[in-house]
């Protein structure tokens, strides 16, 4: 799902492309691609596109009219930019706003067709459709505290709480409790000041940094290749690969969809986390450290 870094990417691309354009047309594959029906999605065309922002993983597309098109791209849906208008189909181009300058369009990879559209007039309605996360990169150290400690959940699901932190995600949480050496699992009201100042200087740093890696690129050319998967990232997708810090093996947690990334020795002083698919699979078998690991992946690989 793209995060805060690649919709600020978005969001550069388009206002270089499109800001100040006149809507030639809306156009859309599936009428439930757009959630709400007042106001129409027609309603924007002929109108300006006079300002972009960034609502949690949303971008906002603001028109001279008061209104407001917001877009949610989900996991799989991404954004393009073409000189000519694209043919929409409910395979493939499912939605698109057509400029004079070119046309901006959606896709959804896969089946499952979870990108949305809601259509709002003023800001007020736009405010609605906010989840209500702080903006941690102007966050100051007491707004982030109390956001991160108003629940006792482990630091992974706080920082990925679009209700307490607005744009992060799966990928970048990952990122930051590495850089900041701390367990994905560790509960927020049993940390103390000193480690929540580490946690929101390593949340800052790594969202800057991410913002203007990908802004650079799109600065060449639109980003067309927004994933959660990239090769220099320290431990998101990169399970048992080493850790760029240590060189001890990445490790992960599985649950649903999704996965967590981390390093045992980097975060968790050594301790593997329990994974809850291998955990009741191997019951009191479950390695508790990355010695154990080692050794039991050893015994294993010597069996004949």
Not at 45 to 60: C, D, P
Not at 67 to 83: D, E, T
Not at 106 to 112: D, I, N, V, W
Not at 202 to 217: G, N, Q, Y
Request: glycine share 6%; with cysteine.
């Amino acid at each position: 799902m793209p995060e805060l870094p690649d919709i600020s990417a978005y969001i550069q691309a388009i206002e270089e492309r499109a800001l100040g354009e006149r809507v030639v047309a809306a156009r859309i594959a599936s009428p439930f691609l757009v959630r709400t029906i007042d106001p129409p999605l027609q309603s924007i065309e002929a109108a300006t596109l006079q300002s972009l922002r960034r609502i949690g993983k949303r971008v906002a597309f603001g028109f001279d009219n008061d209104v407001w098109l917001v877009l949610h791209l989900m996991i799989a849906g991404r954004l393009h930019w073409s000189q000519k208008r694209p043919t929409l189909s409910a395979r493939r181009n499912l939605a698109s706003l057509d400029f004079a300058s070119g046309s901006l369009s959606l896709t959804e990879a896969g089946t499952q067709r979870r990108a949305s559209i809601h259509m709002a007039r003023g800001e007020q309605a736009l405010h609605a459709l906010d989840p209500g996360g702080i903006d941690v990169l102007n966050a100051t150290p007491a707004q982030f505290a109390k956001a991160l400690q108003s629940e006792n959940h482990t630091l992974k699901r706080a920082l990925t709480d679009p209700r307490l932190f607005s744009g992060i995600g799966n990928a970048y949480s990952d990122e930051i409790l590495h850089r900041a050496r701390m367990s994905p699992v560790a509960l927020t009201q049993k940390l103390d000041s000193a480690a929540i100042g580490l946690l929101l200087s390593a949340t800052k740093d790594v969202l800057h940094e991410w913002i203007e890696k990908l802004r650079s690129e799109a600065a060449a050319a639109f980003p067309e290749k927004v994933t959660a998967f990239r090769a220099d990232m320290a431990v998101h997708g990169k399970f048992g690969q080493p850790c760029p810090r240590c060189g001890a093996k990445v490790q992960r947690i599985r649950y649903a969809d999704n996965e967590t990334n981390y390093c045992a020795t980097c975060q968790t002083g050594g301790k593997l986390l329990a994974d809850r698919g291998l955990s009741r699979l191997m019951k009191s078998d479950w390695p508790k450290t990355l010695a154990e690991l080692e050794s039991l992946v050893e015994a294993r690989s010597a069996k004949p």
